[in-house]
């Protein structure tokens, strides 16, 4: 084998999911190697730049494998596994303290902040949400999704003026329902970028992307998706729309929970779609969670910041 990496080589390993360029969520560093105790067989180990620094193990062998360029005929790497560039070789040294706050204040309203700067996504209308209380915010900036009662609430927010926008906003213009806004008229999709961090509010999303609007979706640290289904995607949709964007985290919006008290009747209920949603579903008791390169790979449900008593 002629491939052979030394301890403290940062490795970049190519995954199938569409992984932020701005993060080190694809680096490794080799620690050295191992041997089985009855074959002798001889293995590396190495150690996860990202999230919470796990330690793996993986035969030699696997370190020369090629990318399957039959699959993946647009990937420039050869191997699965090659020494990193200098450029990521520094990524990888630097801290991960970029992060952004994410908020559910419910159905699909969020508060999203970075650096001081608050952003809220589609606020509901005073009493339009069952076993939600109205919202009232403080925000820099308001952004709807579309304009139906449940979505559109603006001055249920407070502005306030002077801050600066870290921001890149990318608007993606889709449709509500699956006959091209028929139904239930457009849906714009929010693509949040800010320092090293991507995120995406998918709104009322109804129909399926194209690949140009999917391609602008890869590499997302954090995804905002509805699954409740009936007036959007619902949850088998959205899991295709996941597995085509490969998103870091998951943040399921716009459903029901009979159990919390909350959501309107005609959209499916959590334990309707939780179990067989995703592998990695963790139930937070916060309304929040700080997106970095620190955190693991997962699909969070969190807890509505105005849930009422």
């Not at 943040?251 to 159990?259: A, L, Q, T």
Request: hydrophobic share 35%; aromatic share 10%; net charge negative.
């Amino acid at each position: 084998m002629g491939r052979n990496f030394k301890p403290g080589d940062i490795v970049r390993r190519f995954k199938r999911e569409y992984v932020n360029p701005k993060t080190p969520r694809y680096l490794y560093r080799i620690e050295g190697t191992a041997y089985d105790a009855d074959t002798k067989e001889e293995y590396m180990v190495y150690t996860a730049i990202y999230a919470d620094g796990k330690t793996w193990i993986r035969k030699k062998t696997e370190f020369e494998k090629e990318v399957n360029h039959w699959l993946f005929p647009d990937i420039a790497q050869k191997y699965v596994f090659e020494l990193a560039s200098p450029e990521e070789a520094k990524l990888a040294e630097e801290p991960l303290t970029d992060e952004m706050k994410v908020t559910w204040i419910g159905h699909s309203c969020f508060k999203i902040e970075k650096d001081g700067y608050v952003i809220v996504i589609d606020p509901y209308e005073d009493g339009a949400i069952p076993g939600l209380d109205n919202v009232r915010e403080e925000a820099d900036l308001v952004l709807c999704s579309h304009e139906h009662f449940d979505h559109n609430a603006r001055d249920n927010v407070t502005l306030r003026e002077g801050k600066e926008n870290p921001f890149k906003i990318t608007r993606i213009e889709t449709y509500h329902d699956e006959v091209k806004g028929a139904k239930r008229g457009k849906n714009t999709i929010f693509v949040l970028e800010a320092g090293t961090l991507k995120l995406a509010h998918l709104g009322d999303l109804g129909c399926e992307l194209n690949r140009e609007e999917l391609d602008l979706l890869r590499g997302l640290d954090c995804l905002l998706v509805p699954v409740g289904g009936y007036y959007t995607i619902d949850a088998e949709e959205a899991k295709k729309l996941i597995a085509e964007v490969s998103p870091w985290v998951v943040i399921p919006m716009h459903y029901r929970d009979d159990k919390a008290g909350f959501g309107f009747d005609k959209l499916a209920d959590l334990r309707d779609w939780a179990t067989d949603f995703a592998s990695d579903l963790r139930f937070y008791e916060d309304s929040s969670v700080l997106i970095n390169g620190k955190l693991p790979h997962q699909t969070i449900v969190l807890k509505p910041k105005n849930l009422k008593p």
